[in-house]
C-alpha cells in the first residue's frame, strides 16, 4: 500500500482505495526486515509482540527469525489504525497457517480488526477508525505492555501506532530501545468538519 500511495497519493482530488486488504510487504520491505537480523539477533529479549497484519508477522519473522526459545506474540491492539483496506486483518485460520509460531493467532476472533463502535462486524468491512476509539486502543496497549511480567519486549507494529506512543514518526524498519515509561498516548488532535 506504501507503494500505492507514493504513487496515487490519498490526498488526491478523486483518489479512492484500491481494496488491497491486509497487505504484505513488497520484495524491497522483505530485503528491509531480513536486514535487521544481526541486530535483531544480538537483542536479550524476553517477548516478541507482533500486529497480526500480515505485513508486521512477515517483518518480525524475517528480523528476528523463528528459532525456538524467543516466546512470540500477535496482539490486535498492536494492528494499524485503520485507515485504508490494507490496514483490514486476514482471517486467523489464514494468519496461523502463514505465522505458525506465533502465538494468540488461531484464538482470534473472525472479525479481530477494529471496526467502528457500532459498525457491523463484517470481514472486509472497513471505515476509518476514529481517532478517539485508535487512542482508546493505545492506552490499552500501553497498560498491556506494562502488564506484562517481561523486562525486554521488541513491538513490532505500525507507523500509527508509534507514533501514537512516542510523538515521533519512524521510517520503514526502524528500531528504537526505549524504556516503557517514556511511551505516553498522545493527545487527539484530529478535528473532523462536516460540509
Given amino acids: 500500500m506504501n507503494v500505492r500511495l507514493l504513487q496515487e497519493p490519498a490526498s488526491q482530488p478523486g483518489w479512492r482505495d484500491?481494496?488491497?486488504?491486509?497487505?504484505?510487504?513488497t520484495?524491497?520491505?522483505?530485503?528491509?526486515?531480513?536486514?535487521?537480523s544481526a541486530h535483531c539477533s544480538r537483542l536479550q529479549l524476553d517477548l516478541l509482540v507482533a500486529s497480526p497484519l500480515s505485513r508486521a508477522l512477515e517483518t518480525a519473522t524475517l528480523a528476528f527469525g523463528t528459532a525456538p526459545g524467543?516466546?512470540?506474540l500477535a496482539l490486535p491492539l498492536a494492528?494499524?489504525?485503520?485507515?485504508?483496506?490494507s490496514?483490514?486483518?486476514s482471517p486467523p485460520d489464514q494468519l496461523a497457517t502463514r505465522s505458525p509460531h506465533f502465538a494468540g493467532l488461531a484464538d482470534l476472533p473472525p472479525?479481530?480488526?477494529?471496526?467502528?463502535?457500532?459498525?457491523?462486524r463484517e470481514a472486509r468491512a472497513y471505515a476509518l477508525e476514529p481517532e478517539d476509539e485508535f487512542l482508546s486502543r493505545m492506552e490499552a496497549l500501553l497498560a498491556w505492555l506494562?502488564?506484562?511480567?517481561?523486562?525486554?519486549?521488541?513491538?513490532v507494529c505500525h507507523?500509527?501506532?508509534?507514533?501514537?506512543?512516542?510523538?515521533?514518526?519512524?521510517?520503514?524498519?526502524?528500531?528504537?530501545?526505549?524504556?516503557?515509561?517514556?511511551l505516553r498516548v498522545r493527545e487527539a488532535r484530529e478535528s473532523l468538519v462536516t460540509l
Avoid: K, Y
Avoid at 484500491?18 to 510487504?25: G, H, I, R, S
Fill in 27 to 36: 520484495p524491497r520491505g522483505r530485503s528491509q526486515a531480513a536486514s535487521l
Fill in 79 to 85: 494492528a494499524e489504525r485503520v485507515w485504508h483496506a
Fill in 146 to 155: 506494562h502488564a506484562r511480567p517481561e523486562q525486554h519486549i521488541a513491538l
Fill in 70 to 72: 524467543l516466546p512470540r
Fill in 87 to 89: 490496514d483490514v486483518g
Fill in 18 to 25: 484500491p481494496e488491497l486488504f491486509d497487505t504484505a510487504l
Fill in 111 to 120: 472479525v479481530w480488526w477494529a471496526v467502528p463502535h457500532g459498525s457491523p
Fill in 159 to 182: 507507523w500509527g501506532v508509534l507514533e501514537a506512543l512516542t510523538g515521533v514518526g519512524f521510517v520503514n524498519c526502524e528500531t528504537r530501545t526505549l524504556p516503557l515509561a517514556s
